[in-house]
């Protein structure tokens, strides 16, 4: 079994909060372009625009990509050059992948702690024409990096694991 696998395979609440993740980006992205389809049926056909579509649709790709963010995290399927890490040995290889889950903690956990701010310093900023609170859109940020946050720990761990095996 694929270490991709191996994650998406587990039972109980990270099961749950995967399948959770995916179904919301999935509708999220369905209304993501049911609005943008709105807006061109509306001005281009009817000639009446609607004057809330765009908003709400940059508010939905933001989502969308925060939730594309965790989703590749989950999966561990970024973009990578792997050449110069598939002639390291197995320790270096797991150096490299500790390495990089620091990285990716450290990333996440400074998109937690902005992310929250702005979130909160936002929330009683109603957005132009939805009369949503910003707040709600900021609210991704943190939520995002929280995920990734533990996904990175659980590779730290993994990759810490495969440092201490013998060779």
Do not use: K
Not at 19 to 48: E, K, P, W
Not at 70 to 91: E, F, K, N, Q, W
Request: with cysteine.
């Amino acid at each position: 079994m694929t270490q991709r696998t191996e994650r998406d395979a587990r039972s109980g609440f990270p099961a749950i909060a995967a399948r959770a993740t995916d179904a919301l980006a999935i509708a999220l992205f369905a209304a993501m372009f049911a609005c943008v389809l709105a807006q061109v049926i509306f001005r281009y056909f009817l000639g009446s625009p609607l004057t809330w579509s765009d908003e709400l649709a940059r508010y939905l790709f933001v989502w969308c990509a925060f939730l594309g963010w965790v989703i590749a995290a989950r999966r561990r399927s970024h973009l990578a050059v792997t050449m110069g890490r598939d002639r390291l040995g197995p320790r270096a290889q797991a150096a490299l992948r500790l390495a990089g889950a620091l990285a990716a903690l450290g990333f996440a956990a400074a998109l937690v702690w902005h992310g929250a701010r702005i979130a909160a310093r936002n929330w009683d900023v109603d957005t132009t024409s939805l009369a949503l609170s910003t707040g709600v859109v900021y609210a991704i940020v943190p939520l995002a990096g929280l995920a990734v946050a533990l996904y990175a720990l659980a590779d730290a761990a993994a990759a810490f694991a495969g440092l201490r095996r013998r060779p």
